[in-house]
């Protein structure tokens, strides 16, 4: 056991901002940083600006997860169709940036992507911050399993108890998809504005994770708009850097642009 990485990690942990990152990651993370950086220290510093990137930037404030439920608690009797549930949802998503950003687009979002896609089965969400609140807007068969993957302990605790409250069939799981690619089959796999967070970390681990889903289709979107809410090219960038991994694969895709997000819909090859 390197005694240098087990006092990074608790150093890691016990900061508010990061307390709630899987354990595993932050290992993951802080073994790289220990093995470039030239003490333990600038290692700690290093690891708390890695995770800053790859999701402490998504959350201006901490998510406040037992107000949340509350909230979505008092509106549910209605079901998850419902304007009041629905309403709840959206406030709840406001606190990500990520999903605050397609508040916007949110009605035209799942219906135009999905269009002709099955709609049962199995869907993952890969790096899914609160996207599983975007279940109602998704036409979806209401039994369609719905597997969610993200780094936060909390977040994941409270993605499951939203499943259940609202009767979705389906599970939120602590995983690091870079490390640890989800293997499950699935009908449809959501890697939404996700894949330049992980090139951050690992330039391979975007291709490594296309090449690694066990799903026919692939939605894939990037963000149109950077964090300070400025527009630099950056979609132009990454939808030219995309498309490199397409044609590398043969992987035909369809483009859909929205005022906030640029979407791919994918055909890999049929997995099942
Ligand atoms: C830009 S947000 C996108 C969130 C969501 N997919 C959406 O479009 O609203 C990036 C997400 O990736 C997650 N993330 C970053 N690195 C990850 C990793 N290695 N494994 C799993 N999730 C990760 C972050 O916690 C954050 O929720």
Not at 155 to 164: E, G, K, M
């Amino acid at each position: 056991m390197d005694a240098r990485l087990e006092t990074l990690i608790t150093a890691v942990l016990s900061s508010a901002k990061y307390r709630h990152v899987s354990p595993e990651f932050v290992r993951a993370i802080g073994a790289r940083e220990l093995a470039i950086r030239p003490n333990l220290k600038t290692a700690v510093k290093a690891t708390k600006n890695a995770l800053h990137q790859a999701g402490g930037a998504f959350q201006d404030a901490p998510i406040d997860y037992a107000r949340a439920l509350t909230r979505l608690r008092e509106t549910a009797a209605g079901g998850p169709s419902s304007s009041a549930f629905r309403d709840a949802c959206r406030v709840v998503m406001a606190a990500h940036t990520s999903t605050r950003e397609r508040l916007l687009i949110l009605d035209d979002f799942y219906t135009r992507l999905l269009a002709g896609l099955p709609t049962s089965g199995r869907v993952l969400d890969i790096a899914c911050g609160l996207n599983p609140l975007a279940r109602p807007w998704m036409p979806l068969a209401p039994d369609t399993e719905y597997v969610a993957y993200d780094i936060y302990t909390d977040q994941i605790d409270f993605l499951n108890s939203f499943f259940a409250l609202a009767g979705y069939a389906g599970r939120a799981e602590v995983r690091d998809v870079i490390g640890c690619p989800p293997d499950e089959p699935a009908d449809l796999a959501l890697i939404l504005k996700t894949l330049p967070c992980l090139e951050a970390l690992d330039r391979q681990a975007p291709a490594r994770l296309l090449d690694a889903v066990r799903a026919p289709w692939l939605l894939v979107s990037f963000p149109a708009q950077t964090l300070g809410g400025r527009r630099k090219g950056m979609a132009a960038h990454y939808e030219t850097h995309f498309r490199q991994l397409l044609r590398e694969r043969n992987w035909p895709a369809e483009r859909f642009e929205f005022e906030t997000e640029l979407a791919f819909l994918v055909r890999k090859e049929d997995l099942h």
